[in-house]
Structure formats: structure tokens, C-alpha cells
T-cell receptor, first 110, second 114 residues
């Protein structure tokens, strides 16, 4: 299958700050998706992107579909404690098979 | 409106045994996909069921099999369990087989193989 690389692997957030993470692939995707997974839960879809260059927001979250169609970015503005979790980028290939990145783990700065 | 429900939530098996996991899709959804999520990794696609048939399959051995029932619920069966099969097994549902990737996931079944 296709491989998605996410960075950073983990990050600490302080309440109120803006954070960003990205996802890259060696292959082109026609759709980029961002999911969030909290402990004991399954992933939940945050944002779906369908067009190269597209910028889409969902509350304090903003994601962009890279022009090359090989990358995507997710930004969280004004972090709050409930933003803690693992954020996965994902893209469908060969129909409806969804490939996921390794995730960016967001933790609260002690 | 119930979301995707999975059972059991946790189970422990020993090597060589067989396991069956169950999933009920979100109301109005007719397609079920199964994913395996090893600790610290992203989910990996196992297979997808639509109209009671396996439509797509990921890179998993034949020990992994499934079934979809007329009410759209689904089962995942794993035979001859290996230690490496220990993982969170996620069921996801969607309306139709469109390739949008917009899936609704259940909370998963955590399988531990000893």
C-alpha cells in the first residue's frame, strides 16, 4: 500500500498556542483526510480535503491539501487541553482502502 | 442514533486459537471495513464488505476472514492466532463503497494473544 509520513511524531502544547503538523507521501492522493483518536476510542474524522490547494476549516482546525497532492498540513489554533490525542492523516487508494500515517501525538506541556 | 458498535471490547487468547469479532454499522450505512491498529501505529486496512461480499482486501494472510450479514453487521475471524496479531481491531462503516475515505469508526476490540 501507500505510505504516509507524519511529523512531528509527538509534540507538547501549551494552552493558547498555535500548533501545526504535516503529512507527506511519495505518491499522489486525490483526497486527504485528518482523523483524531483519543484513548479508548476509534478515530474520528476532523477534516476532509478533495482538491489540490484547498484550505478547509473546522472550528479551530485548519487543513490544507498541498498543491503537489503529495502533502497536507493541519493547524490547531489557540490550543486547549481537549486537543490532546493522536492526529492521523489518511488517504484512500485503490478504491476505498484507506492508508493512515503513523500519527502525531499531541500532549499537554507539564 | 447509535454509531458503530463493536464486541467484545477486550479479549485474551493464546497462540493457535481462533477469534471472532463483531461489528454493527452506523444506522443507514451498508459498507463495513476492518482495520488492525498495532500499538503506537496507524490503522492498517484488512478488508471491506459490501452487499455481503468481500470487495477489497489489504495485505493480510488468509487467516483473516470475514463475513457480512443481510442486516449489514459484520464479523472478523482470525484463525491460528500469532503473538503478532495482538492489536486493536477497528470496524468502520460508510454509506456505499465510494472512495471518499469518510469513515465512522467503532471503539475497537483489543485483542491480546499470549
Amino acid at each position: 500500500g501507500q505510505q504516509l509520513n507524519q511529523s512531528p511524531q509527538s509534540m507538547f502544547i501549551q494552552e493558547g498556542e498555535d500548533v501545526s503538523m504535516n503529512c507527506t507521501s511519495s505518491s499522489i492522493f486525490n483526497t486527504w483526510l485528518w482523523y483524531k483518536q483519543e484513548p479508548g476510542e476509534g478515530p474520528v474524522l476532523l477534516i476532509a480535503l478533495y482538491k489540490a490547494g484547498e484550505l478547509t476549516s473546522n472550528g479551530r482546525l485548519t487543513a490544507q491539501f498541498g498543491i503537489t497532492r503529495k502533502d497536507s498540513f493541519l493547524n490547531i489554533s489557540a490550543s486547549i487541553p481537549s486537543d490532546v490525542g493522536i492526529y492521523f492523516c489518511a488517504g484512500p487508494y485503490a478504491g476505498n482502502k484507506l492508508t493512515f500515517g503513523g500519527g502525531t501525538r499531541v500532549l499537554v506541556k507539564p | 442514533d447509535a454509531g458503530v458498535t463493536q464486541s467484545p471490547t477486550h479479549l485474551i487468547k493464546t497462540r493457535g486459537q481462533q477469534v471472532t469479532l463483531r461489528c454493527s454499522p452506523k444506522s443507514g450505512h451498508d459498507t463495513v471495513s476492518w482495520y488492525q491498529q498495532a500499538l503506537g501505529q496507524g490503522p492498517q486496512f484488512i478488508f471491506q464488505y459490501y452487499e455481503e461480499e468481500e470487495r477489497q482486501r489489504g495485505n493480510f494472510p488468509d487467516r483473516f476472514s470475514g463475513h457480512q450479514f443481510p442486516n449489514y453487521s459484520s464479523e472478523l475471524n482470525v484463525n491460528a492466532l500469532l503473538l503478532g496479531d495482538s492489536a486493536l481491531y477497528l470496524c468502520a462503516s460508510s454509506p456505499g463503497t465510494g472512495d471518499t475515505g469518510e469513515l465512522f469508526f467503532g471503539e475497537g476490540s483489543r485483542l491480546t494473544v499470549l
